[in-house]
């Protein structure tokens, strides 16, 4: 996998032991050993009021950092994907999980997980810069970004 592929796991499983249908988008492989990654999710976290753009929304006032994309909008020109619902990407939420132990979990592409496509080259840079800058986004991530 490459910077900035968007996985879907038909059976995600949480850190609570719950499991669910889920997108996992790899924001940055470290070291080959970590992977940063994001859990896209269509659920809107603002602030009544908020305009919803594509791209980084950045709320100083609720320290909140969440990038957009935007329904329909094409994520990866070759396979043409996109989500059906404005989707995102929560700062509080990145985190960095074992590359072993993931794949561990999920050993076989197309039974496991399915690759969905590879975010392109310039909105990749926009997300990550987009988390670099957050104040919701750990120290330590924001450092590997």
């Not at 050993?107 to 990749?124: A, R, S, T």
């Not at 926009?126 to 988390?131: A, G, R, T």
Request: net charge negative; aromatic share 14%.
């Amino acid at each position: 996998m490459t910077d900035g592929t968007l996985l879907h796991i038909p059976n995600y499983v949480f850190e609570n032991g719950d499991s669910k249908n889920k997108f996992f988008l790899l924001l940055k492989e470290v070291n080959g050993t970590q992977l940063i990654v994001s859990l896209p999710s269509s659920i809107e976290y603002f602030p009544e009021g908020t305009e919803i753009n594509h791209g980084c929304i950045d709320l100083v006032n609720a320290q909140q950092t969440t990038y957009c994309f935007k329904a329909d909008f094409i994520l990866d020109s070759i396979t043409g994907f996109s989500f059906p619902k404005n989707t995102y990407l929560h700062g509080c939420w990145l985190k960095e999980i074992d590359k072993t132990l993931f794949f561990q979990t999920y050993p076989i592409l197309d039974f496991h997980y399915e690759i969905k496509g590879v975010l392109d080259k310039n909105e990749l840079n926009s997300v990550i810069e987009c988390f670099k800058n957050s104040p919701s986004v750990k120290r330590r991530i924001k450092k590997i970004l």
